[in-house]
T-cell receptor, first 113, second 112 residues
Framework: DSGVTQTPKHLITATGQRVTLRCSPR?????VYWYQQSLDQGLQFLIQ???????AKGNILERFSAQQFPDLHSELNLSSLELGDSALYFC????????????FGEGSRLTVL | SQQGEEDPQALSIQEGENATMNCSYK?????LQWYRQNSGRGLVHLIL?????REKHSGRLRVTLDTSKKSSSLLITASRAADTASYFC????????????FGAGTRLFVKA
């Protein structure tokens, strides 16, 4: 158990809809990272937060947004969903602003029909 | 585009054999990490090697880093069926931005 909790584990929705994925980082970790993994692909870095502030942005679509709250949990909002958004979305947490060891949640599997 | 690229994409070996996976990256880095992912599960950190280190060991794992060639290798010795998983290298570019960028991974299958 990594200590990182992601909900929901599975989500099925229709094109055009909006969903919110939630992540609770490991106790004591201030950084949260979001990654997207499409079928049999590597992980695409989406965005990173540190102590409530956005620190780095990757290939995150404008239809996607995220935030980190004062209690350090984070949410990833995906809107106007398309079929191609179907993927595993991982949250990872780490201690500092610089990357070191990341602790991953089990992911949220999104299926867009 | 991916910062790191693993080679080979897939590898099938017999239990007891050694498995070697390679990773090449594009920009200068602060450190390089290797992670393991069992099918559909979250990634698990294996080992981190800093840019000023050349080799690191952890149990049956041996990692090398050649910053001049921008490449790293992961060696798993005496492989076991339980080592069957995907292995990813991840790099932290030193261009700033605090990103950890993952490669596409190597799928390892160890036959019992």
């Amino acid at each position: 158990d990594s200590g990182v909790t992601q909900t929901p584990k599975h989500l099925i929705t229709a094109t055009g809809q909006r969903v919110t994925l939630r992540c609770s980082p490991r106790s004591g970790d201030l950084s949260v990272y979001w990654y997207q993994q499409s079928l049999d692909q590597g992980l695409q870095f989406l965005i990173q937060y540190y102590n409530g502030e956005e620190r780095a942005k990757g290939n995150i679509l404008e239809r996607f947004s995220a935030q980190q709250f004062p209690d350090l949990h984070s949410e990833l909002n995906l809107s106007s969903l398309e079929l191609g958004d179907s993927a595993l979305y991982f949250c990872a947490s780490g201690q500092g602003t610089g990357a070191g060891e990341l602790f991953f949640g089990e992911g949220s599997r999104l299926t867009v029909l | 585009s991916q910062q790191g690229e693993e080679d080979p994409q897939a590898l099938s070996i017999q239990e007891g054999e050694n498995a070697t996976m390679n990773c090449s990256y594009k920009t200068s880095i602060n450190n390089l990490q290797w992670y393991r992912q069992n099918s559909g599960r979250g990634l698990v950190h294996l080992i981190l090697i800093r840019s000023n280190e050349r080799e690191k060991h952890s149990g049956r794992l041996r990692v090398t880093l050649d910053t001049s060639k921008k490449s790293s290798s992961l060696l798993i010795t005496a492989s076991r069926a339980a080592d069957t998983a995907s292995y990813f290298c991840a790099t932290e570019p030193n261009t700033g931005g605090f990103k950890t960028i993952f490669g596409a991974g190597t799928r390892l299958f160890v036959k019992a």
